[in-house]
């Protein structure tokens, strides 16, 4: 079955970084395009950013625009998305997610998510 897993959330201050790991397997990951979607507390889903299946077409929320940036290594069947000057607003629940930002919600295999909280 398709398992996605992603790592790397915590508390974080305002202004600070953190990089978010998705471990994929049970699908040809390099044959799908990616997403990260968030869900802040309280509030629905929301999309943050996509990139290709090869990783060249790479595109952002305009929340994120700027300070983040997805990337895949598809030898390892891992997507990435790192985030610097983290805002308050920013806090939420991780996940990674098949498809881009137009078709991510056609996909429910998604993993458990990573908390992301940050501090003022």
């Known amino acids: 079955q398709v398992q996605l897993v992603e790592s790397g959330g915590g508390l974080v201050q305002s202004g600070g970084s953190r990089r978010l790991s998705c471990v994929a397997s049970?699908?040809?990951?390099?044959?799908?395009?990616m997403s990260w979607v968030r869900q802040p507390p309280g509030k629905g889903q929301e999309w943050v950013s996509s990139?290709?299946?090869?990783?060249?077409?790479?595109t952002y929320a305009d929340s994120v625009k700027g300070r983040f940036t997805i990337s895949r290594d598809n030898a390892k069947y891992i997507l990435y998305l790192e985030m610097i000057n983290l805002k308050a607003e920013d806090t939420a629940v991780y996940y990674c997610v098949r498809g881009d930002e137009s078709t991510w919600r056609d996909f429910d295999d998604w993993g458990p998510g990573t908390q992301v909280t940050v501090s003022s």
């Open positions: 049970g699908f040809t990951f390099s044959m799908s395009a």
């Open positions: 990139i290709s299946y090869g990783g060249i077409t790479t």
